[in-house]
């Protein structure tokens, strides 16, 4: 027995010894919601808590495809294999593609700040045909789309708060920029802890549906937990307050695990709670539990330059206050400073002068 246990004993030194080279977490699955009621409103980015490099400069390019469809509960349709365009029964159908730009910079290892801008464009789609047919292939609910005629554009969601949800015509907008700073207030070797604090620039347009018209405020703590080397888990709570006072505050949440086996490759698996900004209307008001899928592929220790490609699918499986499904796909980059150390000078050779002639 004492020579199983040694040999058991050896086996996990060597296996820690070998983990080091193993990957390192990269943060939760990064994205703005883009279900409607929220959309318009800052929603926290899902950032890591950990410290960065100091003077490090990081861009990404992403772009969400957004497939969604609603129908008024409980509504009377029409006979199996007969399409129709009743709008009466429809709160939402459509499709959507966001381009979003974003920077972030380290002025300090524990500070980080970033902005994220957005082009936001509504039209008419091509992907219900797609869905009905996965959802039929694997059994599952239709949710009334066989009844209706597939890739149209109408949005009519009427709420009690007042707030204007609607549109009929394919529309490209600038949405709201978005601003914010983080503090790794705390860390340790397994611990980090932040706070976030965001500011929401409204340049978006209601009418368009890309924007509020007002500002929005956002305070929050982000917390990473590193259980093992290729294990973290990620825990994030905060508020959101809409100055246009229409909206309701919104509670942001956050749970997720990531596991990191190597440096180049993460698999994140991500739930996205938010309460509604709309009250009174039953269904808009229950709260947003979204579930992301995703993982991030980058570039291996030691190259020159820090890439990372990031995908995942987001929807709501529980409430069902979320789009039907959202593709996320996301390339960042990331400039390291580098502080160019002065070589020393270079001695001259030492030379041993000939012996005298005699």
């Keep these: 027995m004492r020579v199983k246990r040694k040999q058991w004993l050896i086996f996990f030194e060597m296996l820690f010894c070998i983990l080091p080279v193993f990957g390192i977490d990269t943060g939760p699955l990064y994205g703005k919601n883009l279900y409607l009621p929220y959309l318009i409103h800052y929603n926290f980015p899902s950032l890591p808590a950990r410290t960065g490099e100091q003077y490090d400069l990081r861009y990404h390019f992403s772009t969400y495809v957004v497939q969604d469809i609603h129908y008024v509960e409980n509504s009377a349709f029409p006979e199996s294999g007969v399409r129709t365009y009743d709008k009466q029964n429809i709160h939402r159908d459509y499709e959507s593609t966001v381009g979003e730009l974003g920077f972030s910079f380290n002025p300090l290892r524990e500070i980080q700040a970033g902005m994220d801008i957005r082009l936001i464009a509504y039209y008419n789609g091509f992907?219900?045909?797609?869905?009905?047919?996965?959802?039929?292939?694997?059994?599952?609910?239709?949710?009334?789309?066989?009844?209706?005629?597939?890739?149209?554009?109408?949005i009519n969601m009427p709420n009690d708060n007042g707030i204007r949800f609607f549109l009929n015509e394919e529309v490209v907008s600038f949405g709201d920029i978005d601003l914010w700073a983080k503090w790794t207030f705390f860390e340790i070797p397994r611990i980090s802890l932040a706070f976030l604090g965001a500011f929401k620039i409204p340049s978006g347009s209601l009418k368009a549906l890309s924007g509020s018209g007002y500002p929005d405020m956002g305070l929050g703590i982000l917390s990473d937990i590193r259980v093992w080397r290729f294990l973290t888990l990620y825990a994030q709570a905060?508020?959101?307050?809409?100055?246009?006072?229409?909206?309701?505050?919104?509670?942001?949440?956050?749970?997720?695990?990531?596991i990191h086996p190597w440096h180049v490759f993460s698999l994140n698996l991500q739930m996205n709670i938010k309460t509604s900004p709309l009250s009174g209307n039953a269904y808009y008001s229950?709260?947003?539990?979204?579930?992301?899928?995703g993982f991030t592929v980058r570039t291996p220790p030691g190259s020159r330059q820090d890439f990372s490609w990031q995908f995942y699918l987001e929807e709501d499986p529980f409430t069902h206050?979320?789009?039907?499904?959202?593709?996320?796909?996301?390339?960042?980059?990331?400039?390291?400073?580098?502080?160019?150390?002065?070589?020393?000078?270079?001695?001259?050779?030492v030379t041993t002068p000939p012996p005298p002639q005699q």
């Design 321 to 349: 206050q979320g789009a039907d499904i959202t593709f996320n796909l996301m390339f960042s980059h990331t400039l390291h400073h580098v502080t160019l150390r002065k070589a020393p000078a270079a001695s001259l050779p």
């Design 286 to 293: 229950r709260p947003q539990t979204n579930l992301l899928v």
């Design 238 to 258: 905060g508020g959101v307050l809409p100055f246009n006072m229409k909206s309701n505050p919104m509670f942001n949440g956050l749970v997720g695990v990531e």
């Design 127 to 154: 992907l219900d045909p797609l869905v009905e047919g996965f959802h039929r292939t694997f059994g599952f609910l239709n949710g009334g789309r066989e009844f209706f005629l597939q890739n149209q554009l109408y």
